[in-house]
């Protein structure tokens, strides 16, 4: 070898390269108002689920009923919940909302409109639009693309799920 530094030394440096440039394209970390705010959203939709599945009735260990299931999922929920309120400023992975995250609720937005009409007038025109809104408008692909795509994806949902399988789903034609 023609170094003068020795291999380890040369190692450690890249390493502390990689973890600046990883550290540069981070979004900013949340602070302890996002992590509380979080925290007591989990803890809230655990103890919604949780009343839920108490309707529907959780039966016996022997027996279980139709809300068993989701009265385990709703106490790991609030359990899940009550240890990130306990954690709330000791990490430092959780993210800033930044433009990307408005772009998620953005898309859960848009299926909870898909699944609010899909059952009134089908899932033609509510897949076809969901798709390109999706394509077009959270992942910037071009109105070509975007039209093409949703339209080929819900002819060919239609012909294998309706058309071949019979599936009792909500449709149109």
């Known amino acids: 070898m023609t170094s003068e530094e020795p291999a380890p030394a040369r190692l ?26 979080v925290g007591i959203a989990v803890v809230g939709l655990g103890v919604a689920a ?58 859960l937005a848009t299926m909870i409109a898909f699944v609010a009409v899909v059952g009134v007038i089908g899932f033609e025109i509510p897949a076809a639009l969901l798709m390109f809104v999706w394509l077009r408008f959270l992942g910037h692909e071009s109105w070509r693309t975007s039209i093409i795509t949703s339209l080929a994806t819900v002819v060919a949902f239609y012909v294998v ?13």
């Open 12 to 37: 450690s440096d890249a390493v502390h390269e990689v973890e600046e440039v990883e550290h540069e394209f981070r979004p900013p970390v949340a602070g302890r108002v996002t992590d509380v705010v």
């Open 50 to 107: 949780l009343l839920g599945s108490l309707a529907l009735g959780v039966g016996s260990a022997r027996t279980p009923g139709t809300g068993t299931w989701p009265l385990l999922v709703s106490v790991a929920l609030v359990v899940l919940g009550i240890g990130l309120l306990a954690m709330t400023g000791r990490t430092r992975d959780a993210e800033r909302f930044t433009r990307a995250a408005w772009l998620v609720l953005a898309g």
């Open 161 to 173: 799920f309706v058309g071949l399988l019979a599936v009792p789903i909500p449709h149109m034609f």
